[in-house]
């Protein structure tokens, strides 16, 4: 279901790799979402969280250099976006959203998928894709 495509591909590797992985790590968020028949997925969904929340912070620190190492225009709006996906994703990781009972934990692996696929898609189609274009 989710898998990194040519279209979201910026031309810089190091990027697209990276890339890669966040959208494997949303493959593995749904995945976790269709287990019907595991009624407690807390220990699934926090292991998720903090690989998504380490990798993705060491992802925009990569992002960040590379782009300072440009001179990029935009790096400023970048970083701003970057923050408010750090807050939402903190937001996201408290674990005392995810306690509860399977139809809590479905709801909490839904947002995480919504918001994955919204700022994969869009964040990557209409601002990381301008980088490789300099």
Do not use: C
Not at 27 to 54: M, R
Not at 90 to 111: F, H
């Amino acid at each position: 279901m989710y898998e990194m495509k040519d279209e979201y591909l910026t031309g810089i590797p190091e990027i697209d790799r990276e890339h890669t992985r966040l959208f494997e790590i949303a493959e593995e968020t749904y995945q976790i979402a269709k287990q019907e028949f595991i009624p407690d997925k807390y220990d699934q969904i926090q292991t998720l969280l903090e690989e998504l929340k380490e990798y993705t912070f060491l992802h925009f620190e990569h992002e960040e250099e590379y782009m300072e190492s440009i001179h990029y225009k935009k790096l400023y709006t970048q970083k701003i976006q970057h923050e408010g996906f750090r807050r939402k994703l903190e937001e996201l990781t408290r674990l005392d959203s995810i306690e509860g009972d399977q139809e809590d934990q479905d709801k909490v692996i839904d947002d995480i998928l919504k918001f994955l696929t919204d700022w994969l898609v869009s964040h990557i189609l209409h601002n990381d894709k301008l980088i490789g274009k300099l």
